[in-house]
């Protein structure tokens, strides 16, 4: 009976099952690829750093602590977002997934989503598996320093509840809190960008490599968007120069606004506003890349 309920069901132009189940293919095809063997290389650099140049002010080793793994963790969140959407059509070709998807009734918008959401959900994965190994290390480090220096206190029988009160504030304002969490999701917010921009580009790229390179061009070029914009649109004159320079500017993504890293090093507080606001522009970068990439894929021959 259940079977010919499914088979007389109208068939819907648009099914959130039908995107997860792709999204949940793609993120067990890439964990198949070792994808993540970058999550093992990231843990190495924290914990290496965080036992590193002892010799260093308490304030130094952690903000050195937090900017080399926040840098390791952006590189690799952008590696990741760069090599896992670059794979995804070549192999399903090479394999012939592809075909077997869209003889079903799938539209082709479906299983670019479904595909991007994949990405999404394994950088978001393992994005937060990193920040929770990078918080230990972080939350590790800052007792272990509160403790040395403590223990200094006594030695020098000076460890009144006021000192010990001051160099607890001191170096928790350096150590974990709420806006290195913030800072781990603007580099998810940013690493999702790319991979939606990797994938608009992998619909019409040639190549595996071309789809890289390009990538890979455009993510440099976005992180020194906000200077090109300021360049083009201050230093040209005329309509049309201006216009062009206006279309180069919208096609690749302003990187730069998803920065809020420096902050989260110097211990700064993120409003959540800020938060909120940067969420919005990536969903505008991710729908808008999104789209375009249907674009070039609905007409795609395969």
């Given at each position: ?97 592809l075909y077997t998807i869209l003889s079903k009734p799938v539209p082709r ?80 917010l940013k690493s999702a960008v790319i991979a939606a921009l990797s994938l ?103």
């Amino acid at each position: 009976m259940s079977t010919a309920t499914s088979a007389s069901a109208p068939h819907r132009n648009f099914s959130p099952a039908r995107i997860w189940a792709l999204a949940t293919s793609t993120v067990t095809q890439l964990l198949r690829m070792k994808i993540l063997v970058f999550l093992a290389v990231f843990s190495l650099i924290v914990v290496a750093t965080g036992f590193a140049f002892p010799t260093m002010s308490p304030e130094q080793q952690l903000k050195l602590l937090k900017d080399v793994s926040l840098g390791a963790l952006q590189l690799f969140s952008i590696v990741i977002a760069i090599a896992a959407t670059a794979l995804l059509l070549p192999r399903d070709l090479e394999d012939r997934t592809l075909y077997t998807i869209l003889s079903k009734p799938v539209p082709r918008y479906e299983y670019l989503i479904g595909k991007l959401l994949g990405v999404i959900l394994l950088l978001a994965g393992g994005l937060l598996v990193m920040d929770i190994i990078f918080s230990g290390v972080v939350w590790l480090k800052q007792n272990l320093i509160i403790s040395s220096q403590i223990a200094a206190l006594r030695a020098e029988q000076n460890d009144t509840p006021e000192n010990i009160a001051a160099i607890t504030a001191i170096t928790s304002q350096y150590g974990l809190s709420w806006s290195l969490h913030a800072g781990v999701f603007s580099i998810f917010l940013k690493s999702a960008v790319i991979a939606a921009l990797s994938l608009l580009i992998s619909c019409f790229a040639s190549s595996t490599l071309f789809t890289i390179v390009v990538s890979l061009g455009f993510t440099i070029a976005g992180h020194g968007q906000q200077l090109m914009r300021d360049w083009f649109l201050s230093s040209l004159s005329g309509f049309w120069e201006k216009s062009i320079s206006l279309v180069l500017t919208l096609i690749c993504p302003d990187l730069g606004l998803f920065d809020l890293v420096e902050a989260a090093i110097r211990g700064d507080i993120i409003p959540l506003n800020v938060l909120a606001n940067v969420t919005g522009i990536a969903l505008l970068y991710i729908i808008g890349y999104t789209a375009v990439a249907h674009l070039f894929f609905v007409d795609k021959e395969l």
